[in-house]
């Protein structure tokens, strides 16, 4: 039976980072055939899509050198963020709580009547109770809940107070009032830079730095016994291990391990159909937006981006998010219907018009996609990890430690979990 000391579940940008600050005797399992998780990028047909939109905003000044030096020069582009909300039918400046003053003056009214007029907690007992204390009820209703809905595919009181954390854009009355005036982008991603041959560039980096031996690719783990510290991979192949690194989504390495039955049922989050076009041309209407917002309940999707505005270049590259429960399926016919709904809703927002052409198009089921933070169930999770880690059991990532983060965190808690083992 083959030994090693870090057996890390997943390659994805979690368990690549890992391996590369442990170093020395690891291997690390993956099911899909390259590397990357869903930070993978399709190139086909002269147009690049990510397996959902993955932009970098590098804080950590050692992971971007080692990015950016192990790459030419000519191929990152460097964008300051322009992202609007499709707001019946006109452009709004995200986010929609600092520019209520570009709407019809009625509802700009009604916002700052009901945000002057809102009634503030002490504590908040849910997501959406939080929204209605902070922005009062016509920002909530016009933007902030019919939006979350669509994206999260839950009922926003299921959702922890602080559900996203330093990702949620807050502002007090002071900045909305004074965004009124002076119009000032103060987001955690308000430029970012992209490799024009897509996200997966960055991830060819990490994997670059490894011993390719040590990456199997085309294998699951089939079998956890976490006693006798032994994995059985869908090769036949045990491997005992001194610790195990999972990045795989918890609720699956749950199912895996066959125990937490009640916690597994506890643990909600939504799945996102996502559809990366490719048209013969440029959009009329979205020239030079890098995503959009779109609150409606008549759209079928939430969100969609631009890659050739990204980019710079001309013919329409976009990727399209519709958000799905946790118990939703999404067949083959599902799939269809949405594609026939989407191209649809383009051309009824004018992103596109009847003389543009689908030249290529792909389809990829985010399973999990985004987790649903719950304070109740998180509490769970943490003593969970807390009884793993007495056991060199550790599960990190986005998915793995069932957290709402960017890449970057990811990163940076592989980076320390490596260190701290060592």
Known sequence: ?????????????????????????????????????????????????????????????????????????????????VTKILYKGKFIDFPFQTNI?????????DCLYDLFNKEEKDKYDNFLDMLYGKFGKS???????????????????????????????????????????????????????????????FIKVLYDNLDKEKVLLNTKVVKIDTKKKVVTLSNDEEIEYEYLINTMPLNHFLELLGTNKKLLDEMSYN?????????????????????LYIPSKECNFYRCGFYNNILKEKKLSMYIEIGYGKDDKITDKEIDKQLKLTLENLEKEGI?????????????????????????????????????????????????AWIYNCMEDSMLKAKELAKDIK
């Open 101 to 109: 003053h570009q709407l019809e003056k009625e509802e700009f009214i």
């Open 271 to 291: 799945k996102v159909l996502v559809f990366n076009l490719g048209f013969d041309k440029a959009s009329p209407l979205c020239t030079k937006e890098h995503w």
């Open 352 to 400: 596109i018009d009847k003389s543009m052409k689908l030249v290529d198009h792909s389809t990829i089921i985010m399973d999990p996609a985004y987790v649903h933070i719950e304070t109740k169930t998180t509490k769970k999770i943490d003593k969970l990890k807390e009884d793993f880690a007495k056991d060199n059991i550790y599960t990190i990532g986005r998915y793995g």
């Open 139 to 201: 920002i909530v209703e016009k933007f902030l809940k019919p939006y979350n809905e669509k994206l999260y595919a839950t009922d926003l009181t299921n959702l922890d107070v602080d559900a996203m954390g330093r990702f949620f854009p807050y502002a007090d009355k002071e900045a909305i009032i004074n965004n009124m005036k002076k119009s000032e982008v103060n987001s955690y991603n308000a430029s970012f830079l992209y490799p024009k041959n897509g996200a997966a560039s």
């Open 1 to 81: 039976m083959k030994k090693v000391k870090y057996l890390v579940i997943g390659a994805g940008i979690s368990g690549l980072t890992f391996a590369n600050y442990a170093k020395g005797d690891y291997l690390i399992i993956e099911k899909e055939d390259e590397v990357g998780g869903y930070c993978r990028t399709i190139k086909r047909n002269g147009y690049v899509w990510d397996y959902a939109g993955h932009f970098f905003h590098f804080n950590t000044e050692e992971f971007k050198k080692n990015f950016l030096e192990k790459m030419p020069k000519e191929d990152i582009i460097y964008n300051d963020k």
